[in-house]
């Protein structure tokens, strides 16, 4: 009994996708605050795919929906792959359930079949808004007896199946985030639960999973809000309990529009393959609309498990901050071990055609130093590549400007002579040997600190700025003794292609 009491009182939240395309952002913040709420209240948190939008709904976008979601690392209780005690968990495998239920209501008198087509609802819309009042149904079909309804349709006649709704009135509900919420009756009109071609509406097909899967809480967008009165009246059509509501402001870009492609990756797996960690965009999502009471930021997932409060959640917009997504990234990369970070770092490089696959042991090893060092102020592990450049990459006719300008001074073309004469007979170099060497010149020409260095790391760089020479050259002459596509250059090499491009 006691047992029962606690399974019926359990918190109860679902994520809801529809799979007509890849998870945004503010769908994964949707499916985490639930998932939150569910891990901290020792509750279920449920998967159900609505896959009722037949032409837009595609199996492949259910995979990705699934793979994105436990890239994330937010798991389900129960779910279309899992099952569970209140399935089936995709809308498509529903479908007898929901004639079951219209039915019930249509023999209760609750709704009725109408028969209105598409260009007449079409009409009467149209002169509703010349008119300048609010389309809603004109509730023609609405008295047609049962009877005469079910003859018209066993003769074939196409119908939808409408709720009827109270002609005045107010729906009003207590959203956990908006505060109270009501809506006139007047603009709801009688909604279409069933379409003419046997399809649940969404606004039906919701409610009956809601309702039979035992939701406790409703967590979803903001653009559901003016969906809610509708349901709410189906609840009460069949006299079941409404969940408690609450809904989440829309994602915005910097400039309040929605967040679309124009801002940048909008989709999970835009950022997954961008190479930012789960944690940290799970991290970031927590902070669309809501705030640790103390302000801490970075945080794991079960971190966010303890502090998170969907009372504390806000109701203006949440600004999508790609800077600060970034940050938190980089913090997270800190928190990895070298493996980690060396494993994550790979297919990026592979990819990019510097590493073959697999890695030998040799190369892997010194990857690892390598990664560690480049990432160093790397937002995203797609920008490594580009940072591995400084070891690949060694061109003295492709100077930057910055370069080209420190050069460009006598002082800097004695120091680069005078480098290259001291090296000109070396087989080996490492960090020791150029500091034996900068320590010579300094006292044979006085050129000293940025006189005497930036010049050495152009012509070893090739670039005018770039990692610390005490930390380059080891990785470098390591590489260098290493076979990868691309070779590297090694320090006595460069030093020698430079000044032969230079006319030294
Ligand atoms: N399938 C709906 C959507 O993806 C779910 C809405 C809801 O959570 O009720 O927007």
């Known amino acids: 009994m006691n047992n029962q009491a606690s399974e019926k009182e359990k918190i109860r939240v679902r994520f809801a996708p529809s799979p007509t395309g890849y998870i945004h952002?503010?769908?994964?913040?949707?499916?985490?605050?639930?998932?939150?709420?569910?891990?901290?209240?020792?509750?279920?948190?449920?998967?159900?795919?609505?896959?009722?939008?037949?032409?837009?709904?595609?199996?492949e976008y259910e995979r990705n929906l699934i793979q994105d979601l436990r890239w994330l690392g937010l798991d389900w209780d129960e779910g279309p792959d899992i099952g569970?005690?209140?399935?089936?968990?995709?809308?498509?495998?529903?479908?007898?359930?929901?004639?079951?239920?219209?039915?019930?209501?249509?023999?209760?008198?609750?709704?009725?079949?109408?028969?209105?087509?598409q260009e007449e609802l079409e009409r009467e819309r149209e002169a509703a808004l010349a008119e300048g009042r609010m389309p809603v149904y004109s509730g023609k079909c609405r008295n047609i007896p049962l009877k005469d309804a079910e003859k018209r349709r066993s003769c074939g006649e196409?119908?939808?199946?409408?709720?009827?709704?109270?002609?005045?009135?107010?729906?009003?509900?207590y959203d956990l985030v908006r505060g109270h919420v009501e809506f006139d009756l007047k603009i709801i009109g009688d909604p279409i639960i069933v379409r003419s071609n046997g399809m649940p509406a969404y606004n039906y097909a919701v409610v009956i999973d809601d309702a039979l899967m035992h939701i406790t809480h409703v967590i979803r967008g903001e653009d559901h809000v003016s969906n809610t009165p509708r349901q709410i009246l189906l609840y009460q059509a069949f006299g079941w309990p409404t969940p408690i509501f609450a809904h989440l402001s829309m994602v915005m870009g910097k400039d309040n529009t929605r967040l679309s492609k124009r801002h940048g990756a909008t989709s999970v797996d835009q950022f997954r393959r961008e190479g930012i960690l789960a944690e940290a965009l799970c991290n970031y999502l927590s902070f669309l609309g809501w705030s640790p009471p103390e302000g801490q930021e970075v945080l794991t997932l079960q971190q966010l498990v303890k502090l998170f409060d969907l009372n504390r959640v806000s109701r203006s917009a949440a600004i999508f901050d790609y800077e600060k997504l970034h940050w938190l990234n980089r913090q997270h990369i800190k928190k990895l071990s070298p493996e980690e970070k060396l494993n994550l770092a790979l297919p990026y490089l592979e990819e990019a055609g510097l590493v073959s696959s697999p890695a030998t042991e040799e190369q892997k090893t010194w990857l690892k130093k390598a990664v560690e060092?480049?990432?160093?102020?790397?937002?995203?592990?797609?920008?490594?590549?580009?940072?591995?450049?400084?070891?690949?990459?060694?061109?003295?006719?492709?100077?930057?400007?910055?370069?080209?300008?420190?050069?460009?001074?006598?002082?800097?073309?004695l120091v680069i002579k005078t480098f290259y004469q001291k090296i000109a007979n070396l087989s080996e170099f490492n960090y020791e040997t150029f500091a034996r060497i900068t320590g010579e010149i300094k006292k044979e020409t006085g050129i000293k600190g940025r006189d005497l260095y930036h010049p050495l790391r152009v012509v070893l760089t090739a670039r005018g700025s770039g990692l610390e020479l005490d930390k380059f050259i080891p990785l470098l002459e390591e590489g260098a003794r290493l076979q990868f596509p691309r070779r590297i250059i090694g320090c006595l090499e460069r030093v020698k292609m430079m000044v032969s491009f230079l006319n030294l």
């Open 373 to 413: 060092i480049l990432l160093e102020g790397v937002d995203k592990f797609s920008e490594l590549p580009k940072k591995f450049e400084l070891l690949f990459d060694f061109n003295p006719e492709n100077l930057d400007q910055e370069a080209k300008e420190i050069i460009a001074s006598s002082s800097a073309r």
């Open 25 to 59: 952002v503010g769908n994964a913040r949707t499916a985490l605050f639930n998932w939150l709420f569910a891990r901290q209240n020792n509750g279920i948190f449920v998967l159900r795919v609505e896959d009722t939008d037949l032409e837009r709904s595609r199996e």
């Open 158 to 173: 196409p119908a939808a199946i409408r709720l009827k709704v109270p002609e005045e009135g107010i729906v009003a509900f």
């Open 84 to 117: 569970g005690p209140y399935g089936p968990y995709r809308q498509s495998e529903r479908l007898e359930l929901y004639h079951k239920y219209a039915h019930q209501l249509l023999q209760e008198g609750k709704a009725y079949y109408c028969f209105c087509s």
